[in-house]
């Protein structure tokens, strides 16, 4: 298990087993943010999903809950 500085916990946690998705973002998120933090994200994008109905299989709705995933992540 490696460790990381976790970028949103601000502590050394441990890292994702692997880049949660392809690009950029993931990249980013794998080297800067911890498996907990990451696991915290899920719960939220959850919420957010049933909370306002949203339709993963849409392309603007996917965009829409990447932003706000960078958003959460990045923007504390």
Do not use: H
Not at 7 to 31: A, H, N, V
Not at 40 to 62: A, G, H, M, P, Y
Request: hydrophobic residues 40%.
């Amino acid at each position: 298990m490696k460790l990381i500085y976790c970028k949103f916990f601000k502590k050394k946690m441990p890292q994702l087993e692997s880049q949660p998705f392809p690009g950029k973002l993931g990249k980013r998120i794998f080297y800067e943010i911890s498996k907990e933090a990451w696991n915290f994200w899920i719960v939220q994008q959850t919420i957010l999903i049933n909370e306002k109905n949203i339709d993963v299989s849409s392309k603007e709705n996917r965009e829409f809950l990447m932003k706000k995933m960078e958003d959460f992540f990045f923007l504390k």
